[in-house]
């Protein structure tokens, strides 16, 4: 159906007929609907529009596990939101939701669905479903534990099922899913459900993700595998990320913005690596952990060109300083930046290692969970995700990324050699 169309008399509520392909269940004697999709896909409602059918169909009332991430993604999404059980089908039929017991309850036949959290995977245990709708496994906090329960918990019935609803990552849970031969599986893209979505979040996706492995996974539906080697695999890229209020950099201790340069100039350069980061320390001296704010690389730049797009971050952020890289252009590089804003404090660091060996110490903080990334940066991470140290290209964005969490997070340790005032080398 068009976005906005509204059929006469009750067919507005005919999923049948209203819905797309993609999202109607499959055929087949499965016990596991598995919905990969892109962001926007209409996985949501199809998953909701799955249980209103099950409750439906029958004459006695029914148990249901409503499984999410958090118990506020259970309420927000699967049950309060636009597409959610308490905004589809006939005003008539829609569950009441009764947050106290966490659960909603269907006038047709007093059927009842539990919202449960991957967090409290042992809220599951002593239950028992005839159906079960998981939403968004692959971000669920303990994914293999909080599963195994659902499903020693979904045993009324003759043939208990369930329908996840996910965005697809490369976790070992959703492979043996996939693997299983009593899984039905579809996929679907962010543009299959374009006529339902708003022109300006298909064109903000498109900018953000098209292009990009993570674009592949966030708008196709696709797994995208670990490259082997990369410092970065794409779980630890996930678990860095977190969302905030757009004011939270105000309460950093220390903001940079650290640029890699290109070698040269004009549309067939390389791209300038120019990110921003910060720190917050802790209460106890050496607790500290690490922010990244923001990616504004670029490719095809004048010098002049990325040195204000340089001093327009410093400026957006209130940042301390910023570091750019004189392997490429020396004592000019640190008056670009000058020429642009003489009053900018300029710091130039200068890499006598090589990029892998300056990576590492970065890729350990990601490890031991002392970096966060603030909201998706796809290109970076693409980085990030597929850099082995290995081959000719420049990872000009990853560069940037490792100067700024060097300045904050490691030079310290890390003993820097001062080869002249305002300038260090990386041994």
């Known amino acids: 159906m068009l976005r906005g169309a509204r059929p006469a008399g ?24 598995l919905l990969l999709g892109g962001r926007g896909a209409g996985k949501t409602r199809a998953g909701a529009e799955w249980i209103r059918a099950f409750v439906r169909e029958r004459t006695d009332p029914a148990r249901i596990a409503l499984v999410s991430e958090t118990y506020a993604d259970g309420r927000e999404v699967m049950i309060e939101g636009q597409s959610g059980l308490a905004h589809i089908g006939p005003p008539n039929e829609r569950p009441t939701y009764e947050p106290s017991r966490r ?16 967090e409290d995977p042992d809220g599951l245990r002593g239950h028992q479903f005839h159906a079960a709708w998981g939403d968004e496994l692959c971000k669920w906090k303990h994914a293999e534990e909080t599963w195994s329960n659902l ?48 022109p300006a979040f298909l064109g903000e996706i498109a900018a953000a993700y098209e292009g990009t492995a993570l674009g592949r996974q ?70 500290a952990t690490a922010f990244v704010l923001a990616d504004r690389s670029e490719g095809g730049l004048s010098p002049r060109r990325w040195a204000e797009k340089a001093v327009a971050a410093f400026r957006e952020f209130k940042a301390d300083r910023i570091l750019v890289e004189t392997n490429q252009g020396g004592d000019m590089v640190r008056e670009i930046v000058r020429g642009v804003d003489g009053g900018v404090p300029v710091k130039e660091v200068r890499a006598t290692r090589g990029k892998r060996l300056r990576a590492e110490p970065v890729a350990a903080l990601y490890e031991q969970g002392l970096v966060r990334h603030i909201g998706s940066f796809a290109k970076l991470e693409d980085q990030m995700a597929t850099f082995t140290g290995e081959g000719a290209a420049s990872p000009d964005r990853l560069d940037a990324l490792v100067w700024a969490l060097w300045e904050l997070m490691l030079r310290p340790a890390a003993e820097p050699r001062i080869t002249r005032i305002g300038q260090e080398s990386f041994n």
């Open 10 to 33: 009750g067919a507005e509520h005919d999923w049948a007929h209203g819905s797309l392909e993609h999202q109607r269940p499959p055929a087949g004697d499965w016990t596991l609907w």
């Open 218 to 287: 966030e708008l196709f539906g696709e797994i995208i595998e670990d490259v082997a080697g990369a410092l970065w695999t794409r779980a630890m890229i996930e678990a860095a990320r977190i969302h905030v209020p757009p004011d939270f950099h105000q309460s950093l201790d220390r903001i940079v913005v650290a640029v890699d340069p290109p070698a040269s100039a004009g549309e067939a350069a390389d791209e300038c690596g120019i990110v921003v980061a910060g720190v917050l320390r802790g209460a106890s001296r050496g607790e």
């Open 151 to 198: 499903q020693l918990a979904l045993r009324l019935g003759r043939r208990p099922r369930q329908v996840v609803t996910t965005t697809p990552r490369p976790i070992a849970l959703l492979k043996r899913l996939l693997a299983a031969p009593t899984t039905a599986a579809s996929h679907a893209t962010t543009y299959a459900n374009a006529e339902n979505l708003s």
């Open 103 to 118: 659960r909603i309850v269907f006038p047709r036949n007093g059927s009842v669905a539990y919202v449960f959290s991957s």
